[in-house]
């Protein structure tokens, strides 16, 4: 049985969280987006000819008859299909919570770069990107990052919950690396104060099924038009 994964083929976005837990599971999926190689065009198909209970927007995964949507919603159903979430049902809710608080944390990182209109382009609200990423850096970053140190040590474990990775333990490592290519000085100064997050981040970039998934073509490059984008402008230690 293999997934069907829908996503824009040329940025990692929200589909990398998708994709991430089921490379590190070795969870069989098609990059289907990716495969058409058409610039997206299969994918609007595929939204366009879908009825009833539809996804608003991508990603979204196919399973025979079931699609699901929304990231915490496609990786609550992976992680508990495939073990990659424990059994207890307080220890599933707190790991939705932590992804749905990466989630936010996401959403805060695309408006740094479009505080004005998602769909206006960010060199028509560059004044305003610019007073937006001050704030997000002074104020939101230690604000979510140090959330985040706090649930790691909560757990007398290694991992964020229990003695071995779930899915929020790849998206830590994606929001992680994220915020290093978007603002790299900043992430310099505050890394030092987050160690355990760090931690994750290593230790999920070393799980053989990351490793050989970061060496190959299918890991996309971050880019300036994904949800993680450099502008050096925006950065600052």
Excluded at 7 to 21: A, D, H, K, M, T
Excluded at 88 to 107: C, F, G, K, P, S
Excluded at 227 to 234: D, G, I
């Amino acid at each position: 049985m293999s997934y069907q994964l829908w996503y824009w083929p040329s940025i990692p976005g929200r589909g990398e969280f998708v994709r991430l837990p089921m490379e590190a599971a070795g969870i069989a999926y098609e990059d289907c987006a990716r495969l058409a190689d058409d610039e997206g065009q299969a994918l609007l198909a595929d939204m366009a000819a879908r009825s009833g209970r539809t996804p608003f927007a991508p990603p979204y995964l196919v399973n025979d008859r079931l699609v699901i949507a929304q990231v915490a919603n496609i990786l609550m159903y992976l992680g508990e299909r495939h073990d990659v979430a424990p059994s207890n049902i307080a220890d599933r809710l707190w790991l939705n919570e932590l992804q749905l608080t990466i989630a936010d944390m996401v959403a805060e990182v695309h408006n740094v770069h479009h505080p004005v209109a998602a769909m206006a382009y960010y060199a028509d609200q560059r004044p305003e990107a610019l007073r937006a990423a001050e704030q997000f850096r002074a104020e939101r970053m230690p604000k979510f990052l140090g959330y985040f140190e706090h649930a790691v040590i909560a757990n007398p474990g290694d991992w964020l919950i229990d003695h071995r990775w779930t899915y929020v333990d790849t998206s830590l490592f994606q929001l992680v690396a994220g915020l290093r290519y978007m603002f790299p000085k900043r992430m310099a100064t505050l890394e030092p104060d987050y160690p355990n997050v760090v931690r994750i981040h290593d230790q999920v970039a070393d799980l053989p099924g990351i490793r050989a998934y970061s060496k190959s073509d299918r890991r996309l490059a971050f880019n300036e038009d994904g949800v993680f984008r450099h502008y050096p402008e925006l950065d600052a230690a």
